[in-house]
């Protein structure tokens, strides 16, 4: 096997406060994270919804620090994948590629092909695979291997997603276990389960396999952990108008509250790093929403970081992928999309959505029908020759 390389995948964040307006440029700019019928007005819109949000986005990450740990946090899981990696027997040497800040895609790749690497690892640090996330890492890379002949020397394997991984439930159940061990009648504690949101269209027209995949993922954490506490799901982080997965996480815990949970437990769920939507959302927006609401208790599980059994797992996959049939761009870049059958297509009898459409379009004819008499002096079956 020739030089082996690890490419880890993520979002980024912005390091300071001046990032944080060409960050959330780069990000809406991406036609995966907005979905415009039109290609011409993606960067306008990046530019207005950046202009339009940086000062409030901006004190969030003030809240935090100022700015967003993400970079720091997914060095140090480099660091220690490799390290595991050496202590396997694998020489390997590990690159970061963030989506919207840096180090940039685009600059590990410039690395990797600096240190000819001939067997290359492409890893996303998201446990479930969405469109938005995953997938707009797959389709960047699918494009810039198609321009770059030096790309297409390298032998590469893509992991889709890994939330199923034994290593990562196990990592996931510990975490919980011990954040409950700390609290006295912890069987009582609810576990909130937490994800990042999607649009629903994502979901229902464009095929995205995120919500069935976060949805199996609690349940396999559940299994694994293996306590008799109550659970929910719920998502977070919603941005814009359109309609996103629901529960939404800022319904979901006043009304956990009105049905008389007083012990709330969050645990985020799809990502793998402390960052934004941890530290600020969660720690600070749930829990003043969760104390308002009556919640007496709240705690949130840490997100798993450079945990032991994680990061074990980790190294794991790669020794796996490295055996395995290769997994292509092509392969993972496009979820199959979904046709939607919309209600009023689906014929039923009786006072249904479809009826009433049907009795629109027939009201319609009807208008247009007369119309066409008082303007020609003809009724329409006069003028299509029939009478
Ligand atoms: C699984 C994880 C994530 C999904 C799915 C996801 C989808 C998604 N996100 C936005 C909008 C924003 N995301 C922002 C930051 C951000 N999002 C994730 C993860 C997922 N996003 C991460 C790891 C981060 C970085 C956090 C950091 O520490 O800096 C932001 C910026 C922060 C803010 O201003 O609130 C936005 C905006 C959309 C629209 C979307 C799906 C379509
Ligand atoms: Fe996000």
Redesign the pocket.
């Known amino acids: 096997m020739g030089r082996v390389g690890v490419l880890l995948l ?5 390091e300071q406060l001046e990032d944080v307006r060409p ?2 440029y780069n ?2 700019s991406d036609p995966e ?2 979905r415009l019928p039109f290609r011409w007005l993606q960067r306008p819109l990046a530019w207005l919804i950046s202009t339009l ?1 940086y000062t409030k ?1 901006q004190e ?2 003030k809240a935090i620090g100022g700015g ?3 970079r720091r946090i997914t060095e140090e899981q480099a660091v220690a994948l490799q390290e595991r990696l050496t202590q396997k027997g694998h020489d390997a040497q590990i690159y970061v590629g963030m989506r919207y800040w840096h180090p940039f895609t685009e600059e590990a790749l410039v690395r990797i092909k600096r240190d000819k690497i001939e067997q290359l690892v492409i890893l996303p640090l ?1 446990p ?1 695979f ?1 469109i ?2 995953s997938g707009s890492s797959f389709r960047l890379l699918e494009r810039l291997w198609s321009e770059d002949p030096a790309l297409q020397d390298i032998n590469y394997t893509v992991i889709p997603s890994w939330y199923d991984r034994p290593g990562y439930l196990q990592a996931m159940s510990q975490l919980i276990a011990q954040e409950l061990d700390h609290c006295q009648d912890s069987e009582h504690i609810h576990l909130f389960f937490s ?5 629903v269209n ?1 979901v229902e027209e464009a095929g995205d396999p ?1 919500q069935s995949e976060i949805e199996n993922c609690t349940q396999l954490i559940m299994d694994t952990l293996n306590r008799p506490n109550p659970h929910t799901l719920a998502y977070q ?1 919603r ?2 108008p359109v309609e996103w997965l629901k529960p939404y996480t800022e319904e979901a815990i006043p009304e956990l509250a009105q049905q008389g949970v007083e012990d709330l437990m969050v645990v985020p769920i ?2 793998v790093s402390e ?3 941890t530290l600020e959302e969660i720690d600070m927006e749930y829990r003043h929403l969760a104390e308002e609401s009556g919640i007496k208790n709240f705690y949130r599980v840490p997100a798993l970081n450079t945990h032991p059994v994680f990061i074990e797992d980790l190294a794991d996959m790669v020794i796996e992928a490295l055996d395995s049939p290769q997994v292509k761009f092509a392969e993972v870049a496009h979820p199959p999309k979904k046709t939607k059958m919309y209600p009023q297509e689906r014929w039923e009898w009786g006072m249904t959505t479809a009826a009433e459409v049907w009795n629109g379009r027939l009201a319609m004819i009807g208008i247009v029908a007369v119309l066409v008499e008082l303007i020609t002096g003809h009724g329409p079956l006069h003028l299509v020759g029939l009478l």
């Open positions: 993520n979002l980024g964040g912005p960050f959330l990000l809406f994270i907005i949000r986005s969030n990450y967003s740990p993400l998201y479930q969405s938005s996330t994800a990042h949101g999607v649009p994502y995120y982080s941005v814009g799809s990502f960052h934004i939507e």
